[in-house]
């Protein structure tokens, strides 16, 4: 069973940046899809990005593209998020999560319901 674990997260004035790291173990990246999803109080939870456990192409939420990129580590098992120039509206608790073959890239890539592992989630705040 895979075991996540989110680290990185803090107070962030906005325009600044973060790395979020997902340190994943029970299972190596090749052999599982892991996103990374935001859940902001009142709000769904919503993906952010994820990464194909075959060949590391990242794939995006279209409202998250331009100021986020993910990316592994292989030899770690570490799954990065790097943040830039953010928002007071970025502030959430930031999860990574892991999925099966084949999600992250399909049509439901998005949907949280599939992805069946979490990891506890970190705290990041966007105020100055």
């Known amino acids: 069973q895979p075991h996540l674990v989110e680290s990185g997260g803090g107070l962030v004035q906005p325009g600044g940046s973060l790395r979020l790291s997902c340190t994943v173990s029970?299972?190596?990246?090749?052999?599982?899809?892991i996103g990374w999803f935001r859940e902001i109080p009142g709000k769904d939870t919503e993906l952010i990005s994820c990464?194909?456990?075959?060949?590391?192409?990242?794939y995006y939420a279209d409202s998250m593209k331009g100021r986020f990129t993910i990316s592994r580590d292989v030899a770690k098992n570490i799954v990065n998020l790097q943040m830039n120039s953010l928002k007071p509206e970025d502030t959430a608790v930031y999860y990574c999560a892991a999925a099966p073959l084949y999600v992250c890239g399909g049509y439901y890539f998005a949907n949280p319901n599939e992805y069946h592992d979490w990891g506890q989630g970190t705290q990041v705040t966007v105020s100055s």
């Open positions: 990464i194909d456990s075959s060949d590391g192409k990242a």
């Open positions: 029970g299972v190596t990246l090749d052999r599982k899809d």
